[in-house]
């Protein structure tokens, strides 16, 4: 059973930064193809992709966060990151880890996830 479990979020002041990581478990993601990302959710809105990395380590992000946010991933360790800076309250939203399996990132950060995570909390406050 795969499962995603994410941590990291918290309160910042606009201009600060926060990393979020991903801990894959059920699938050693170094061994198939697959394209891993985050998503976000702010309460009234749609979920958004945010970023996403494919085996090759090929990225793709959003217009709102390129320049600011960096998307990594360890995967000797199954672990995927989110490097978020020059935060802005606009970023504050639940965050979630998401994956598909046996695919690269073909629609980009706005791919269409097989699993996902529980979500953390970023608040960025002005």
């Known amino acids: 059973q795969v499962q995603l479990v994410e941590s990291g979020g918290g309160s910042v002041q606009a201009g600060g930064s926060l990393r979020l990581s991903c801990v894959v478990s059920?699938?050693?993601?170094?061994?198939?193809?697959?394209?891993m990302g985050w998503f976000r959710r702010t309460p009234g809105k749609e979920r958004e992709g945010v970023a996403a990395i494919d085996s090759d380590d090929r990225t793709s992000y959003a217009d709102s966060v390129k320049g600011r946010f960096t998307i990594s991933r360890d995967n000797a360790k199954n672990i995927l990151f989110l490097q978020m800076n020059s935060l802005k309250p606009d970023d504050t939203a639940m965050y979630y880890c998401?994956?598909?399996?046996?695919?690269?990132?073909?629609?980009?950060?706005?791919?269409?996830?097989?699993?996902w995570g529980q979500g953390t909390q970023v608040t960025v406050s002005s």
């Open positions: 998401a994956a598909r399996r046996l695919t690269d990132c073909t629609d980009g950060y706005a791919f269409a996830p097989n699993y």
């Open positions: 059920g699938y050693m993601f170094r061994y198939t193809r697959n394209c």
